[in-house]
């Protein structure tokens, strides 16, 4: 079971910066797929940005050349840099990690956290 522990949303106007961070648990986190999505009120939950093992990454063309993610497989993390922010981005941002085996689908998911954009 991966735990997963998201950090840095808050409050910030049209135009500003947050870095999203996410603490997983698993000691063998370098295998997953990380991704970041977010859920808006009253829609539905869709991928952000999503980072490979190998360090592969894709963004929603929403967010393309506005956001960065990023892994540190040393310390179990992965970021979400967000700049230029529009008030569309407000949402609760979750993170999630993802693998499969031949076995079985592994799919985990943190607790979320709240990015407001507004003046």
Known sequence: QVQLVESGGGLVQPGGSLRLSCAASESIFS?????????????????????????????????????????????????????????EDTAVYYCNAYRTSIWKVYDYWGQGTQVTVSE
């Open 31 to 87: 295998i997953y797929t990380m991704g970041w999505y977010r859920q808006a009120p009253g829609k539905q939950r869709e991928l952000v940005a999503r980072i490979t093992s190998g360090g592969n990454t894709n963004y929603a063309d929403s967010v393309k050349g506005r956001f960065t993610i990023s892994r540190d497989n040393a310390k179990n993390m992965v970021y979400l840099q967000m700049n230029s922010l529009k008030p």
